[in-house]
């Protein structure tokens, strides 16, 4: 599969833990972002990296969220001290690449996230 | 502030009927919209665009500036159109993506 993949599908955890997702883009994509979605809604914008520069972020971003691109490829998503509130889908996209598809964001399947 | 607005949060129509799914936008710029559709058990995909002018799956969609709408359309809807449909706009080509609520259809037979 060489579309934009992310780890892990589900995750349980309880409230106060902490958890990371991890998302790989297409290869050759040099722009990633991190929306979250919750039922009933669209996804929302989280954060945007060009590269390794984390170069915007929602002010849904709270300051028990942080997200890194380290390398420029793959990046990471984590919740500290995670809330109820947190319960959602995170979803991951990623574009770039090729003149004729540059611009088109590709979303990964999501990693789901219950609190409990 | 960019919003985009999607009014119905379910569509119903029988097979072979026209489709219209509607979505209206606020935004002082000129913004590219999109659709996006979601498929059941798949993830969320690219169905559109109106700087391509182009019809997919035999929808089309067209920029209405004056009323700020980008309105999703079918002739002929089929069972395989079942899904959450997402309106959507940015206003540059590296920006996020604003989405609306979204819309699920769904086709009868």
């Known amino acids: 599969d060489t579309g934009v993949s992310q780890n892990p599908r589900h995750k349980i955890t309880k409230r106060g833990q902490n958890v990371t997702f991890r998302c790989d883009p297409i290869?050759?994509?040099?722009?990633l972002y991190w929306y979250r979605q919750t039922l009933g809604q669209g996804p929302e914008f989280l954060t945007y990296?060009?590269?390794?520069?984390?170069?915007?972020k929602s002010r849904l971003l709270s300051d028990r969220f942080s997200a890194e691109r380290p390398k420029g490829s793959f990046s990471t998503l984590e919740i500290q001290r995670t809330e109820q509130g947190d319960s959602a889908m995170y979803l991951c996209?990623?574009?770039?690449?090729?003149?004729?598809?540059?611009?088109?964001?590709?979303f990964g399947a999501g990693t789901r996230l219950s609190v409990l | 502030a960019q919003r985009v607005t999607q009014p119905e949060k379910l569509l119903s129509v029988f097979k072979g009927a026209p489709v219209e799914l509607k979505c209206n936008y606020s935004?002082?710029?000129?913004?590219?919209l999109f659709w996006y559709v979601q498929y059941s058990r798949q993830r969320l995909q690219l169905l559109l665009r109106?700087?391509s002018r182009e019809s997919i799956k035999g929808f089309t969609a067209d920029l209405n500036k004056g009323e700020t709408s980008f309105h999703l359309k079918k002739p002929f809807a089929q069972e395989e159109d079942s899904a959450m449909y997402y309106c959507?706009?940015?206003?540059?080509?590296?920006?996020?993506?604003?989405f609306g609520s979204g819309t699920r259809l769904s086709i009868r037979p």
């Open positions: 996209a990623s574009s770039g690449g090729l003149a004729v598809a540059k611009n088109i964001q590709y």
């Open positions: 290869s050759e994509h040099n722009r």
């Open positions: 990296f060009q590269n390794e520069a984390q170069l915007e």
């Open positions: 935004y002082s710029g000129s913004p590219e």
């Open positions: 109106h700087i």
């Open positions: 959507a706009l940015r206003y540059s080509s590296a920006s996020k993506i604003i």
